[in-house]
T-cell receptor, first 111, second 113 residues
Framework: GENVEQHPSTLSVQEGDSAVIKCTYS??????FPWYKQELGKGPQLIID?????GEKKDQRIAVTLNKTAKHFSLHITETQPEDSAVYFC??????????FGRGTSLIVHP | DTAVSQTPKYLVTQMGNDKSIKCEQN?????MYWYKQDSKKFLKIMFS???????INETVPNRFSPKSPDKAHLNLHINSLELGDSAVYFC????????????FGSGTRLTVV
């Protein structure tokens, strides 16, 4: 089955800095890669996703890149703000339509 | 307005009791899921229901039983609760074949004492 590794487990940055979270996957059949943000006391919320036919996608301050050959994808957050503090999960999904989640990255943005 | 709603938000109960968590979605999605999130934040799928049929059942003890009266509802019933069942349980829904991601509920924090 699919295996998704996510790093780092904790990321601490100063407000205004950039943050990068990296994930690798094992199943070359995976073709959909969503990212979720989980704030304290809430459920995970889809913030951006990318499909295997696209190398990069951007939405305001967040962007995701995908390297199919190397089987890794990354989340980039620019100009971080305190409200970006949360746990971020990457996931990889293929023909089963059931995503395999990474173990999460706790992002802390210091004012 | 809530897309995926689950109740209760908090549940404290004694070992050996039976409890249920309810979930409803108003998005018209065809698939609903239950996930368990442990203290280390790991999200583990428990069940998935597509058009009222169970399509996945990971290695979950048979004390846990999903019940789906219709495609907008997926309830989770737990018998003989154990200390290790303490966790946050999330309901989610999706339109299965469209790859548009999941919509999660806000979670039920279950504490077994």
């Amino acid at each position: 089955g699919e295996n998704v590794e996510q790093h780092p487990s904790t990321l601490s940055v100063q407000e205004g800095d950039s943050a990068v979270i990296k994930c690798t996957y094992s199943d070359s059949a995976s073709n959909y890669f969503p990212w979720y943000k989980q704030e304290l006391g809430k459920g995970p919320q889809l913030i951006i996703d990318i499909r295997s036919n696209v190398g990069e996608k951007k939405d305001q301050r967040i962007a995701v890149t995908l390297n199919k050959t190397a089987k890794h994808f990354s989340l980039h957050i620019t100009e971080t703000q305190p409200e970006d503090s949360a746990v971020y999960f990457c996931a990889a999904e293929g023909g089963s339509y059931i995503p395999t989640f990474g173990r999460g990255t706790s992002l802390i943005v210091h004012p | 307005d809530t897309a995926v709603s689950q109740t209760p938000k908090y549940l404290v109960t004694q070992m050996g009791n039976d409890k249920s968590i309810k979930c409803e979605q108003n998005l018209g999605h065809d698939t609903m899921y239950w996930y368990k999130q442990d203290s280390k934040k790991f999200l583990k799928i428990m069940f998935s229901y597509n058009n009222k049929e169970l399509i996945i059942n990971e290695t979950v003890p048979n004390r846990f039983s999903p019940k789906s009266p219709d495609k907008a509802h997926l309830n989770l019933h737990i018998n003989s609760l154990e200390l290790g069942d303490s966790a946050v349980y999330f309901c989610a829904s999706s339109q299965r074949t469209l790859n548009y991601g999941y919509t999660f509920g806000s979670g039920t924090r279950l504490t077994v004492v």
